[in-house]
């Protein structure tokens, strides 16, 4: 866990991310936009950081050692019931975006996100998923294939196993697709 250097009079965050480059690169740019910045690279270390004291907001990736993205923002928001959680995710699917706001929070990105991205999130501004066009193509079997298998994978509370039972595959084979991107269309 990191303290960036801040006052108190700044809007405290929380930014909670395995990939430690993101993490130093959107710590400074936020920074450099008003926040006081703690860093934290596991979910023990986020834990700890705040039980220690109350944040604003909170930048949360959804897989990083130790526990789960979704888990955290529960016990963030059982912390603090006011911050405000934004998911900046490199997996993103229709399933954990709807985890991730059942668990509360406020918004889900999906990386490649820059900082102007994360601060409209932060402050809730819905302009920039208005302008984003909704497109007419249909998703393609490969990523509806994706979508169904992170739906049941949350459906098991993140259980590979009782995931690979249900869909009827081998538990090998399911990691393997997990481990892989989403795919694009």
Known sequence: MEQAKGDLTQPSLLLVDDDQVLCTVMARA??????????????????AAAAVRPFEFAVVDLKFPGGSGLCL????????????????????????????????????????????DVMAALRGDGEAAAAAPVGEKP??????????????????????????????MHRRTLQRKLGKHPVRD
């Open 30 to 47: 936020l920074q450099r936009r008003g926040y006081d910045v703690v860093v934290a690279y596991d979910y023990q270390s986020a834990l």
């Open 73 to 116: 923002i529960k016990e963030l928001m059982d912390l603090h019931r006011r911050a405000r959680v934004v998911v900046l995710t490199g997996y993103g699917s229709i399933a954990t975006a709807i985890a991730a706001i059942k668990s509360g929070a406020h918004y889900y990105l999906t990386k490649p996100a820059n900082a102007d």
């Open 139 to 168: 998703l393609s079997v490969n990523r509806l294939e994706w979508e169904h298998i992170n739906r049941v994978l949350s459906g098991n509370n993140g259980n590979v196993s009782a995931t690979a039972r249900v869909l009827g």
